[in-house]
């Protein structure tokens, strides 16, 4: 009774137009009046302890990073080395534009950003070489999902939080599932453009290449100080966080020379807002996943998946199956805050490996990005690239199924992330 009182104000409030922290305190309230303990005071506490964290910082300067990274000219000289490495094979600017997607990941940490990026400077590029249209939103979008998986991914951050996963692991963890994505994604462009008769580009000579590298290697530091620095120890995630938004500041006005005072301004805004509507919305979900636990409602769920816990991999089969479907009708971050803590303990009591969890449920989420009637990176390059839905819909089809199976083999294979996790973290 107490799960369904839960879920049924929460979808009411959200098909009736509420925003979703709104939605979720509504839900905290009724639970309050259901268990008679509604009381102002403990909501405004909880929306307060909800966001004082000190993992929570990184999501501010890495929203900084990657705002400074866009408007100080990154993005654009990793799209020019990759394009003088592979532009020349066929569907060159397909490859490009997955090598720029899995380097910008590495960068930005924002599904969204990554895929506006990308079809801001390639879609016209391939729209005027005769690429397919439908095929290359497909591929552009389906690029820009792999930022939440590889770190610096603030998913990953938020997951961390509301599950109570070492953040510093799930970054680790993250990179070979974002490789393999790249690979994927690869492996489908190939097979769609075998028959694509379409000019290539030039191949570039090793002078071109020395050139694009000297231009773009300050860019592709950047994940290699934040992934070394965590790996070493020499700082947390958090700290991290504030190098990289230290160092693309450094880089993009000294070095590149294209960010000022008045750009500078814009970014700081940009991130402060984009800040405080996550930071509202994790307060309220920190307030709803505290009343959650109050009213016992991981134990209603663990009764009733309590069949599948000798079962390791056929639960998370089942879990994958309800996070898919709640991502297709619900953007990526409130399903982390809502479905993450009811699942968390059913999870540890079926012994499967927490930070292979938080990847498989983000990788899932991410994918919901691309699924109508939400997917948030389908209508933003909709909205960039200027194009119907229906084309975006069909062109993604052939990526959602790919990765749909590269989901399946996580699933039977744990191993393909917890192994390499393993290797990375030490």
């Not at 939605?23 to 309230?29: C, H, I, Q, R, Y």
């Not at 590029?125 to 820009?144: D, F």
């Not at 694509?196 to 100080?225: C, H, N, Y």
């Not at 968390?344 to 938080?358: E, L, N, S």
Request: charged share 10%; with cysteine; hydrophobic share 60%.
């Amino acid at each position: 009774m107490t799960l369904i009182l839960f879920l049924g104000v929460l979808i009411v409030a959200i098909l009736a137009g509420l925003p979703v922290a709104f939605a979720l305190l509504l839900s905290a309230m009724a639970l309050m009046l259901h268990l008679g303990t509604f009381s102002p005071d403990i909501l405004a506490q909880g929306l307060i302890n909800g966001v004082d964290s000190f993992p929570l910082l990184a999501i501010p300067f890495f929203l900084v990073a990657g705002e400074v990274m866009s408007k100080g000219g990154l993005s654009e000289r990793i799209v020019r080395l990759a394009m003088t490495l592979v532009g020349h094979k066929r569907g060159g600017l397909g490859y490009v534009a997955i090598l720029t997607a899995i380097v910008l990941a590495g960068l930005s940490g924002s599904a969204v950003a990554d895929a506006a990026a990308l079809v801001a400077i390639l879609y016209p590029m391939m729209r005027k070489a005769g690429y397919p249209e439908g095929r290359s939103l497909g591929l552009l979008a389906s690029g820009g999902i792999i930022a939440p998986i590889i770190p610096p991914s603030l998913p990953l951050i938020l997951i961390g939080v509301a599950g109570n996963i070492s953040i510093a692991k799930l970054f680790m963890a993250g990179i070979a599932p974002g490789l393999m994505m790249g690979l994927t994604l690869m492996a489908v462009w190939s097979f769609i453009m075998r028959n694509e008769q379409i000019d290539t580009l030039p191949k570039a000579s090793g002078k071109e290449r020395l050139a694009a590298l000297k231009d773009g290697i300050w860019a592709l530091l950047l994940p290699v100080i934040i992934i070394g620095g965590i790996r070493s120890g020499a700082f947390t995630p958090t700290e991290a966080a504030v190098v990289a938004a230290v160092y693309a500041i450094i880089v993009s006005t000294f070095v590149y020379r294209a960010l000022n005072s008045k750009i500078l301004l814009e970014v700081l805004v940009t991130a402060c807002r984009s800040t405080a509507m996550v930071m509202f919305l994790v307060g309220a979900a920190m307030v709803a996943a505290w009343l959650i636990t109050v009213a016992q409602l991981p134990q209603q769920l663990a009764e009733t998946l309590q069949p599948l816990v000798d079962s390791p991999r056929l639960l998370m089969l089942v879990i994958m199956l309800i996070v898919l479907a709640v991502g297709m009708v619900m953007d990526l971050s409130p399903t982390v805050l809502i479905l993450v803590p009811l699942f968390m303990p059913v999870v540890k009591m079926a012994g499967i490996d927490p930070v292979y969890f938080g990847l498989m449920f983000i990788l899932n989420c991410s994918i919901g990005l691309l699924t109508p009637p939400v997917g948030t990176v389908l209508n933003v390059i909709c909205g960039v690239g200027r194009v119907p839905m229906s084309a975006a819909v069909r062109g993604v089809i052939p990526f959602l199924l790919a990765y749909a199976v590269l989901l399946g083999l996580f699933i039977i294979f744990p191993q393909l992330i917890t192994g390499p996790a393993k290797f990375l973290g030490g």
